[in-house]
């Protein structure tokens, strides 16, 4: 599956809007060493950035287009960054690090009862790992995803399709307490006013959610599938007095400090 740097930055302040209350709940503690795992296009890698201004930072995100909008960024333009390609799933620190930063990307990713505590592993004594992953599963624009791809002509091309399991918070913080000498977890949902009524819900999840199901369809599917999103999101998120849509958007957050 490919991404889209320019699709996703569409709605950049709304998407980084989590990473600054993800951030400012770490410890406050120097930190010399950090990643951030799936930089994206280096929104988050900025907010980081802005609060360790010394630290050496690796951006690492599997897609070449994510890394090359990273690296534009002027702020990103420092010795003291690195943006990389690579796989979240097979990344080992080559250093202790004092802050693993992971924002809205490791719902791609499997098997987090191994990758939490790999990665909890790879920190310094007093380092956090730091998460934040969309909780939105069971909002009406995945529900309608799901339906969608289930009930289209196009059913077929959906029947081994699986998205990896998402956790609540008492599974994080069990798995992750022994491991850690504090862990928090919090969920929130923000609720974004998008002008442009409910095409501004799907410019949205072209970015993301939409991404996994049309890389399995060919052109005209896209264009039915898409159609058909619009006209559920029509109906699920009607427009406000403003001529806005307000979208729900839960988040789960989780801080482990080792």
């Known amino acids: 599956m490919t991404w889209s740097a320019t699709q996703y930055s569409l709605f950049e302040d709304e998407r980084t809007r989590a990473v600054r209350d993800l951030l400012a709940a770490v410890p406050p503690r120097p930190v010399r060493h950090a990643t951030d795992l799936?930089?994206?296009?280096?929104?988050?890698?900025?907010?980081?950035?802005?609060?360790?201004?010394?630290?050496?930072?690796?951006?690492?995100?599997?897609?070449?287009?994510?890394?090359?909008?990273?690296?534009?960024?002027?702020?990103?333009?420092?010795?003291?960054?690195?943006?990389?390609?690579?796989?979240?799933?097979?990344?080992?620190?080559?250093?202790?690090?004092?802050?693993?930063?992971?924002?809205?990307?490791?719902?791609?990713?499997?098997?987090?009862?191994?990758?939490?505590?790999?990665?909890?592993?790879?920190?310094?004594?007093?380092?956090?790992?730091a998460v934040q992953t969309p909780d939105n599963i069971d909002e009406p624009a995945?529900?309608?995803?799901?339906?969608?791809?289930?009930?289209?002509?196009?059913?077929?091309?959906?029947?081994?399709?699986?998205?990896?399991?998402?956790?609540?918070?008492?599974?994080?913080?069990?798995?992750?307490?022994?491991?850690?000498?504090?862990?928090?977890?919090?969920?929130?949902?923000?609720?974004?006013?998008?002008?442009g009524g409910a095409e501004a819900v799907v410019e949205w999840f072209k970015g993301s959610a939409l991404r996994p199901y049309l890389a399995r369809l060919d052109e005209r599917e896209q264009a039915d599938f898409l159609q058909l999103y619009l006209q559920a999101m029509q109906q699920d998120y009607p427009a406000a007095s403003d001529g806005k849509v307000l979208l729900p958007f839960p988040r789960l957050f989780v801080v482990a400090t080792r």
Request: hydrophobic share 35%; glycine share 6%.
């Open 142 to 195: 995945h529900r309608q995803l799901r339906e969608i791809a289930g009930q289209g002509p196009w059913a077929d091309k959906f029947a081994d399709f699986l998205l990896p399991p998402r956790h609540n918070a008492a599974f994080y913080y069990d798995l992750l307490s022994p491991l850690c000498a504090r862990v928090d977890v919090w969920r929130t949902t923000y609720h974004h006013p998008l002008a």
């Open 38 to 129: 799936g930089c994206g296009p280096g929104n988050s890698t900025e907010v980081l950035r802005g609060q360790h201004p010394d630290a050496m930072v690796v951006a690492l995100d599997s897609d070449p287009d994510m890394i090359d909008k990273a690296r534009q960024r002027r702020r990103l333009c420092v010795p003291q960054v690195r943006c990389e390609i690579g796989d979240i799933a097979n990344w080992t620190a080559s250093e202790p690090q004092d802050l693993i930063l992971a924002n809205a990307s490791l719902q791609w990713v499997p098997d987090h009862g191994t990758l939490y505590p790999h990665l909890v592993r790879q920190l310094t004594e007093g380092g956090s790992l």
